[in-house]
């Protein structure tokens, strides 16, 4: 189950990972518990912030390595084709 309020870090001190595996487990505790209504909308909300989180660090991450690579980032090749 997802961490009591009073213990969370604030979304925005979140690392990634964090991030990541405390939305992973907001998403396990809707899909398989049975919730009160105001405690479900409490987790959805904490995991769209969690989300939007997520999407920051990536595009964060992604700037970086353009900035790395000349402004360009090469596409990956999959090693299957």
């Avoid at 870090?9 to 505790?29: F, G, Q, R, S």
């Avoid at 959805?44 to 989180?53: D, S, Y």
């Avoid at 991450?61 to 402004?71: D, F, H, I, K, W």
Wanted: include cysteine; aromatic fraction near 4%; charged fraction near 35%.
């Amino acid at each position: 189950m997802a961490k009591p309020k009073s213990t969370q870090k604030p979304v925005e001190e979140l690392t990634y990972e964090e991030a990541l595996a405390e939305l992973e487990a907001i998403v396990v505790t809707l899909e398989g518990e049975q919730n009160p209504l105001d405690d479900a909308i409490k987790l959805f909300e904490r995991g769209q912030a969690l989300v939007r989180r997520c999407g920051e660090l990536l595009e964060a991450a992604e700037l970086t390595v353009r900035q790395m690579s000349g402004g360009e980032a090469l596409p990956f090749e999959d090693e299957s084709e």
